[in-house]
């Protein structure tokens, strides 16, 4: 299966802007869906937007209007614009590739996750 990595993580002010990146060993267009995730300190992972090869997206509710996700097929990369960061953003963003079709569970192929920390 393929390995993802993601990088781009970092500590910034409310109303500040990160860009996180994600690639893998193979073609991670491979999978069907390619998507990011996240967990604060205490919760749950959860999802945060997706992509397929053909550049349909979808976000949560919650980042709709600041977080972009996109993709460049010919270098293998899937990227998240976050822009207007809240400190409840703070979390470990980890890239997600799976073929289910289901934002929910732990299918797929992970990253080992950035830190994204957004101070008040």
């Known amino acids: 299966q393929v390995q993802l990595v993601e990088s781009g993580g970092g500590l910034v002010q409310a109303g500040g802007a990160l860009k996180l990146s994600c690639t893998g060993s193979?073609?991670?267009?491979?999978?069907?869906?390619m998507g990011w995730y996240r967990q604060g300190p205490g919760k749950r992972r959860e999802f945060v937007a997706r992509i397929t090869e053909r550049g349909v997206r979808f976000h949560r509710d919650s980042v709709k209007g600041r977080f972009t996700i996109s993709s460049d097929n010919a270098n293998n990369m899937v990227y998240l614009q976050m822009n207007n960061l809240k400190p409840e953003d703070s979390a470990i963003y980890y890239c997600?590739?799976?073929?289910?079709?289901?934002?929910?569970?732990?299918?797929?192929?992970w990253g080992q996750g950035t830190q994204v920390t957004v101070s008040a």
């Open positions: 997600n590739g799976r073929n289910s079709h289901s934002t929910f569970g732990d299918d797929g192929s």
């Open positions: 193979g073609n991670i267009f491979s999978f069907n869906y």
